[in-house]
């Protein structure tokens, strides 16, 4: 018997197309990877879907995945925050976002580790997730070499608030980047009563 039968989300509006990916889902990956640790089945999804090369395929897969209750999956879409693909970035984001059952210490660790769209999609998440006890982990990559990571730094800092924000916020507004200093400069304007001349 196949796990993924029993770990699917009771969703009436899930669209038809996610039932065959489903079964997609549980003849590619075996029962005895399902109950393997969460590693191990993450390395054994991931390693299935980068089989395809049908770039809607593999997003359908990632829906159906999204479907899931298993506590590999947040592991899986974590890994999948450094896909070449944006649409897959774009969807592991989503999902990550909406998701609380698994540890930010996760994404902690992702934030250190390329490539530099890894970085900041994880940021983007936790723009999303707004929980300030992440404000020391993005200040790690304020210095970063990469322009978008720090400008998604400086968004996820505007979008969380609060002091420690504000301060990593105008040393971003005076970094060499004009993209990354607007970026600063708005999320700034946008805690703080003030206006940049």
Request: aromatic share 6%; with cysteine; proline share 5%.
């Amino acid at each position: 018997m196949i796990m993924a039968k029993f770990l699917r989300r009771t969703d009436q509006n899930s669209p038809d197309g996610y039932e065959q990916a489903l079964r997609d889902i549980e003849n590619i990956l075996p029962a005895e990877d399902q109950r393997g640790d969460t590693q191990a089945v993450t390395s054994a999804v991931l390693k299935k879907l980068d089989i395809f090369r049908d770039r809607p395929k593999k997003l359908k897969m990632m829906q159906a995945l999204a479907h899931l209750d298993a506590p590999w999956v947040p592991s899986v879409f974590l890994e999948l925050l450094g896909d070449g693909i944006e649409e897959v970035r774009d969807i592991a984001v989503r999902e990550l976002a909406r998701r609380d059952d698994w540890p930010a210490a996760a994404l902690y660790e992702r934030l250190d580790r390329p490539p530099w769209y890894a970085k900041s999609a994880a940021l983007r998440i936790l723009a999303e997730r707004k929980d300030k006890e992440s404000v020391p982990h993005i200040k790690r990559l304020i210095d970063d070499p990469n322009v978008d990571v720090k400008r998604a730094a400086a968004l996820a800092l505007g979008a969380i608030g609060g002091s420690e924000a504000r301060s990593l916020l105008v040393r971003l507004a005076r970094d060499k980047s004009h993209y990354v200093r607007t970026a600063a400069e708005e999320m700034l304007e946008r805690l703080c009563d003030f206006k940049f001349s």
